[in-house]
């Protein structure tokens, strides 16, 4: 249809052609539909371009189908403004029955959706219907806020950069990160925060064990991952790591003891010591490791017999059990076999008195 128009817009400037084309192109016209036939904007109706009076053309002319109009008239060129749209003639000229196409600049659309409306010039010089509203484009992008990527370096990061998300960082081995590990991109693009910075980490001088040798050389910083071992003066025990390790927040983490041996309390009494009663000589240096039991022997405070009383030894410190009473030299030297370690033992049904060891 619009090539029809084109055609016959073309064909309109040269008169001598236009009763040809309009005979050619009289089946592509629409008729008039009735009830236009009194409309004022409806010139004379007619049919292939004979009955035409005063010099009048017959043309296609939109709803009104063939119409007898004057040549030469022309509808305001360029158009009016419209706002936010684009106007762009799709004839030679702004002529009678010529075609005006109206888009929407780029960034707006059409109410309605429509790509493009035609106005197409009248008989009475102006252009026919209206210029279509324009509404500008809402723009589908996320907002997001920025992310400097010298500030970034260094960081590993989660979650997004997009408003009203929140962003977790992280630093690399190595690196420990100072500020807010997470961030909130606001509404106006901005970080609610500060970005924070990793920073490289160290750790200080390993803290000193008491009675133990740092097996290091000694520098006033370490880098996070080495090593350092403890070792134990000697007698003493470990316990806990024998070695620590600086750690990504710099520190150095959990540090051994070194556990000193108890002397056993019991001169003139056997003991139980790992399953084996003993006498103190025959304990080696007199001396349990920190940890061991020590199983002394009490006299029932009425019977003739004996119980046990355990106590452990710890980081040096063994006492005997409150019930325990050192036998006298006399008693050791002339009656051993009546010390308290060597009586019977109490019966199960001999009332234990209630210890009170410590
Ligand atoms: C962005 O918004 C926050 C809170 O709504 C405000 O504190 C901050 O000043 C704003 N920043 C800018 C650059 O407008
Ligand atoms: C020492 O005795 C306590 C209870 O009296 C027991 O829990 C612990 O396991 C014993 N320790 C050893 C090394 O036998």
Redesign the pocket.
């Known amino acids: 249809m619009d090539s029809f128009f084109l055609l016959l817009s073309v064909l309109a400037f040269i008169g001598s052609f236009i009763s040809r084309a309009t005979a050619e192109h009289v089946e592509s016209c629409p008729d008039r539909i009735p009830g236009s036939q009194r409309r004022p904007n409806c010139p004379k109706s007619c049919s292939q371009g004979k009955n035409c009076p005063n010099k009048r053309q017959c043309v296609c002319y939109g709803q009104c189908g063939l119409s007898c109009v004057a040549p030469g008239r022309t509808c305001p060129w360029p158009p009016p403004p419209g706002s936010n749209t684009v106007a762009h003639l799709l004839s030679p000229a702004p002529t009678v029955s010529a075609l005006l196409e109206i888009r929407c600049k780029p960034g707006f659309v059409m109410a309605g959706g429509l790509e493009a409306v035609t106005r197409h010039c009248q008989s009475n010089r102006q252009w026919s219907g209206e210029d279509p509203v324009c509404m500008a484009v809402l723009t589908t992008a996320p907002l997001s806020c920025p992310l400097p990527e010298e500030a970034m370096r260094g960081f590993t990061l989660q979650g997004s950069s997009a408003v009203g998300s929140s962003l977790r960082y992280g630093c690399h081995p190595g690196l420990t990160l100072v500020g807010n590990s997470e961030n909130f991109c606001l509404e106006n693009q901005t970080w609610q925060y500060p970005h924070p910075i990793c920073q490289r980490v160290f750790c200080p001088p390993p803290t000193e064990v008491d009675q133990a040798y740092l097996v290091a050389v000694k520098r006033q910083e370490y880098e996070v991952g080495e090593t350092i071992y403890y070792l134990c003066k000697k007698t003493y025990l470990l316990e806990g790591p024998n070695s620590v390790n600086c750690q990504s927040d710099g520190t150095w983490g959990p540090v051994p003891f070194c556990r000193a041996r108890c002397t056993v309390p019991a001169q003139r009494s056997r003991v139980i010591i790992g399953g084996v009663k003993l006498w103190p000589y025959e304990i080696p240096d007199g001396v349990v490791q920190h ?3 020590v199983t002394f022997y009490c006299k029932h405070p009425e019977k003739q017999c004996s119980f046990t009383a ?1 106590q ?1 030894c710890f980081d040096g410190d063994l006492r005997p059990p409150d019930c325990y009473i050192e036998p006298t030299w006399i008693r050791y030297k002339l009656f051993p076999h009546r010390l308290v370690s060597e009586i019977a033992p109490c019966d199960s049904s001999d009332q234990r008195p209630e210890s009170s060891d410590q």
């Open positions: 940890g061991q039991n355990v452990p």
